[in-house]
């Protein structure tokens, strides 16, 4: 069934490679009518594409050992140079067809090295870009063990699987600790909560910071693994080395209501505003009312935040105080707590209002993260939970869609922040 392709190579042997598209289509059509007539289906266990694979990279093995050598299999030219072909061992790879056994050739010395399929390779590139691909997604390696098992019929181990993910961490490493723009109009802050076993299971935060760029291009800063001490002081250290990596000013930070951050960005950044969240200061205000009062709580106090100015958000909220401050003092304290960073973006037009007034753009980022860390109830260290996370977000937008509507949003508030900053954003395209 093979010899076609054999004979297609031998016909023309000066003749450049050819992509997938640049196939004979005759003589795929010829290798699918054998298979037909033969009663052989095209994939799975003993298949066309599992015998394809096999003749393709034992001929590339063979190919490789010939130019090791420098002459041709039972060439004259082989007899005494020092160094021959030496029989040749058994192996089986992971393909992405499957398992396939294959015959690596030997030479006598052992100096010949396989490119194609290194020495204690087990498994070809297309396999580890799956397994990375399932990881990030969210799949444990249980699950991805059973995935590969029902799919191409291959045993992989979890052990096996983590050491492929294990890899992500070289990356990962580079990645947190590239240099940074010097100025971003807007940096988004916020952390979710992982189960980390060190000694006894126990919540830790994972520190997201996202920035929007000059561009208006979304760019994920680092990752970070609290202690889950102070959170305000743990923030010191993240944005103290977001600085030492370039970021030389920040026009706007937002952030959840914790306390102590204001001041740990002042420090950092003393231009930087600080603005507080809104749609976490609506969630903390639910947690102290009743959920039969959620909606009417949220219709109250929307006028607040949508107030054309701080006067009238004072208005609306002694109003809200009014209506709702005896049944829950709680939510009018911590409004009141709140609102010196609450208000500041009350000063700007709307259409900086509508991108920075919640963390909205980090809220879908850190939905992604649940996702990936949810299936796996905890993370046996730190590195393995920081590596789950970093596989979830460079698995973001792979086509390309997300980003460009990001770009399209942001345009119109980078225009206005032009003007509202005096000129501080265009020191960042320089």
């Known amino acids: 069934m093979m010899s076609c392709v054999e004979n297609t190579e031998d016909e023309n042997p000066a003749a450049e490679p050819v992509g997938l598209d640049g196939l004979d289509e005759q003589l795929v059509n010829q290798l699918v009518a054998r298979a037909k007539a033969g009663g052989l289906q095209l994939t799975g266990e003993g298949g066309v594409l599992q015998q394809l694979t ?87 390696t249980g699950e991805i063990s059973a995935h590969l098992a029902e799919v191409y019929g291959a045993e992989v181990s979890r052990q096996t699987i983590s050491t492929i993910t294990d890899k992500v961490i070289e990356g990962m490493t580079e990645w947190q600790n590239r240099p940074l723009d010097p100025v971003y109009p807007v940096i988004f802050i916020d952390a979710i909560h992982v189960k980390i076993r060190d000694g006894k299971v126990a919540n830790r935060p994972i520190y997201v910071a996202l920035a929007v760029t000059c561009e208006g291009r979304r760019d994920i800063l680092g990752l970070w693994a609290g202690d889950g001490g102070e959170g305000a002081k743990h923030w010191l250290h993240v944005l103290t080395e977001l600085k030492n990596r370039g970021v030389a000013d920040v026009l706007m930070v937002v952030c959840d209501g914790l306390t102590g951050l204001p001041d740990a960005i002042n420090t950092v950044w003393p231009q930087a505003i600080t603005q507080t969240c809104i749609v976490h200061l609506l969630r903390n205000s639910f947690r102290y009312a009743g959920r039969q009062h959620w909606d009417a709580i949220a219709k109250a106090l929307k006028p607040v935040y949508t107030a054309p100015t701080e006067a009238a958000a004072m208005e609306r909220f002694l109003e809200f105080t009014e209506s709702w401050g005896d049944r829950y003092p709680a939510i009018v304290r911590l409004w009141e707590n709140a609102w010196s960073e609450f208000v500041p973006f009350l000063a700007f037009d709307t259409e900086i209002r509508r991108v920075i007034c919640s963390t909205n753009a980090i809220e879908s980022v850190n939905a992604r993260i649940r996702r990936a860390v949810k299936a796996r109830g905890h993370f046996p260290n730190e590195q393995a939970a920081l590596k789950c996370v970093y596989m979830a977000i460079m698995s973001l937008d792979p086509t390309g869609t997300g980003r460009k509507r990001w770009t399209m949003r942001w345009k119109p508030a980078l225009n206005a922040f032009e003007i509202a900053f005096d000129g501080r954003l265009a020191a960042g395209r320089k």
Not at 70 to 90: E, V
Not at 96 to 115: H, K, L
Not at 117 to 138: F, Y
């Open 54 to 140: 096999k003749r393709l990279l034992e001929s590339a093995l063979e190919g490789e050992i010939t130019d090791h050598l420098g002459y041709d299999k039972h060439a004259p030219a082989g007899r005494n140079t020092g160094n021959s072909r030496n029989g040749s061992r058994s192996k089986t790879v992971l393909t992405d067809v499957g398992p396939v056994e294959i015959t690596v050739p030997r030479d006598r010395d052992g100096s010949f090295e396989p490119r194609i399929v290194a020495k204690r390779q087990k498994r070809l590139t297309g396999i580890d870009e799956m397994v990375i691909s399932l990881a990030a997604k969210g799949l444990t």
